[in-house]
């Protein structure tokens, strides 16, 4: 390419193709013609001839040539969009042959198998695979598809159906045969209701969770492979991870980099199995032996108290959010009469905190209120004993990779027990805004109660650094799900920028393992700041939910909010 710049030829003016372009294969040429007015939709493009066409072309790609990160970017998105094309193209041409054909998908055998939608490629969030957990089928997915607009349900489910069809008329691997599956999995409630009725006449349920299937299922910790679970192998040092086979066993002890391997992980696993235990008497609930099982899943779990809709549904599908911040419908739940206080009271656990508000013990709202009470726990309890400071006010600025507006008025929950306080929330997303936020928009809201003030603002904009030096400078920061500064804009700029300004940062993971991980970073980065940094060493976070999350890939604990250490 830097050879034919250089050159400075010209193209003919015809439809002969110009040496810019003479090294992309007929695919792609022709993908490219198609390409470039999706991408500049007002330069008329279309309406040229094939010379012209190919000496706009031309003109672009010597342009693109100066600017290597600039030519590496139009590759991706010609890449892009090729293979998002070839899925439709591939998914609308079944239809059309199904419908040529009048094909008959109920006269296919029905197998007594489950299949679910899978995206095993990190880098193409998009992109999604359609499994089946039958052990003797070829480990190849069926079918495979490229979203259109994961935030719009109606395309979902027609793309969800369109692969779903594909890959019981057509599957991709030659050792597969044309069939139907029993059942679906499908986690996302307003996607499986609205692809339900279609599955259902050919005879094929939908259901949520593995379990549901007949068989409680896991995913090979090497390969990814899903069988039931008394097909697996388990780990018999950690009892953490299970494999299909022995080579995968084998092949995952001695993977490389040794530091991901598990001869390296296996015993740190075992350790966080065992300190798992400890959270049995954090927790006082009368469901506490249920909820934090192996085999427990968060949709029984509510169907069982009438509770799978309203605000509830943002546990069981966090998928399903609509981005609209709303009060909550909790009967359990008011701030209509709360007691007035001549002093602070702070709650060291939900034991004590269940009882000043009078809950039962069998009520799971502590897993709505976790995010809540968590930066409660933190910013009143935790960060008062590091900077012995009994200031009347405090901002708090809150990182979040996966907010869910809908529980946005439960901060008003910070009023209980609080008196001549006012505090600042600013909730920001911890990474760059996507489509899997939703329709989630900026929102501020103000609650009042006697001398006590709640204002808290959530944005979708991108955090600056320059907030630090300003009138927003936070007094305290916290970072959910794995805000980590790492991937974020500008990220270790900022963590400098806190951390300089000592500014102490709490990090909450669902997981120890990512919490080690994160730990390790940040400790790696400590020796590089100006003064002298303490990261803490891993806490149990009093007000982690009880509800446990699923984890098909191994039995490792996980519980939103489990574990946090903090940077100071």
């Known amino acids: 390419r830097r050879m034919m710049l250089d050159s400075g030829q010209q193209c003919e003016v015809s439809g002969s193709v110009p040496e810019t372009l003479s090294g992309f294969e007929k695919e792609q040429l022709e993908a490219l013609l198609q390409f470039f007015p999706d991408r500049f939709p007002d330069q008329n493009f279309n309406e040229l001839d094939l010379g012209q066409k190919y000496h706009v072309l031309d003109r672009y790609m010597r342009h693109l040539g100066e600017d290597e990160a600039r030519y590496e970017e139009f590759q991706k998105d010609l890449s892009d969009w090729m293979d998002r094309n070839i899925c439709i193209r591939k998914n609308m041409k079944m239809e059309s042959n199904v419908a040529e054909e009048d094909f008959d998908f109920v006269s296919l055998p029905l197998m007594d198998e489950s299949w679910m939608i899978a995206g095993f490629n990190e880098t193409r969030k998009d992109r999604v695979f359609l499994v089946t957990d039958n052990p003797d089928a070829p480990k190849a997915p069926r079918a495979e598809s490229v979203l259109r607009d994961k935030a719009d349900v109606e395309k979902l489910a027609e793309d969800i159906l369109s692969m779903v069809k594909s890959g019981m008329a057509h599957p991709l691997s030659e050792g597969q045969t044309a069939c139907r599956p029993s059942r679906l999995v499908i986690n996302n409630q307003k996607l499986a209701h609205a692809i339900a009725p279609t599955l259902e006449k050919l005879g094929i349920a939908v259901v949520s969770q593995m379990a549901e299937a007949g068989k409680e299922h896991r995913a090979c910790f090497s390969c990814g492979n899903r069988k039931s679970v008394d ?95 709303r009060p909550s419908a909790l009967p359990s739940l008011s701030w209509d009469s709360l007691p007035v206080v001549t002093e602070n009271e702070q709650f060291p656990d939900w034991n004590s905190y269940y009882q000043a508000r009078g809950f039962s013990l069998d009520d799971p709202v502590a897993a709505l209120l976790t995010d809540v009470l968590t930066v409660r726990y933190l910013a009143r309890s935790v960060y008062p004993r590091l900077i012995k400071d009994t200031t009347k006010s405090l901002r708090i600025c809150v990182f979040d990779s996966q907010p869910d507006p809908r529980i946005l008025p439960l901060y008003q929950e910070l009023l209980f027990m609080e008196t001549e306080i006012h505090i600042i929330i600013d909730i920001h997303l911890a990474d760059q805004p996507r489509a899997k936020f939703g329709s989630a928009q900026p929102a501020q809201f103000e609650w009042r109660h006697d001398s006590a003030r709640i204002n808290l603002n959530f944005s979708t904009a991108l955090y600056s650094a320059e907030s630090i030096s300003s009138q927003l400078r936070p007094d305290i920061v916290i970072c959910f799900n794995q805000a980590d500064f790492k991937s974020y804009p500008g990220g270790l700029n900022i963590l400098k920028k806190l951390t300089k300004n000592r500014i102490p940062l709490f990090f909450v993971h669902f997981c120890q393992f990512f919490c080690k991980l994160q730990r390790d970073f940040l400790e790696d980065v400590a020796p590089q700041s100006d003064h002298k940094l303490e990261v803490s060493r891993i806490l149990k976070n009093p007000f982690a939910s009880p509800l446990r999350m699923p984890n098909s890939s191994s039995s490792l604990p996980w519980l939103p909010n489990a574990h946090f250490f903090y940077v100071n």
């Open 231 to 325: 097909k697996m192998k388990r780990c018999t040092a950690c009892k953490a991870v299970f494999y299909c086979c022995y080579d995968c066993q084998k092949k995952d002890w001695k993977k490389r980099p040794a530091n991901v391997s598990h001869k390296h992980c296996c015993a740190l696993f075992a350790s966080f199995m065992a300190d798992f235990e400890g959270f049995r008497s954090l927790f006082p609930f009368d469901f506490t032996a249920e909820s934090i099982a192996e085999a427990f899943t968060v949709q029984a779990f509510l169907e069982s108290r009438g509770l799978a809709h309203g605000i509830f549904l943002s546990l069981s599908d966090p998928a399903s959010r609509d981005g609209s911040p």
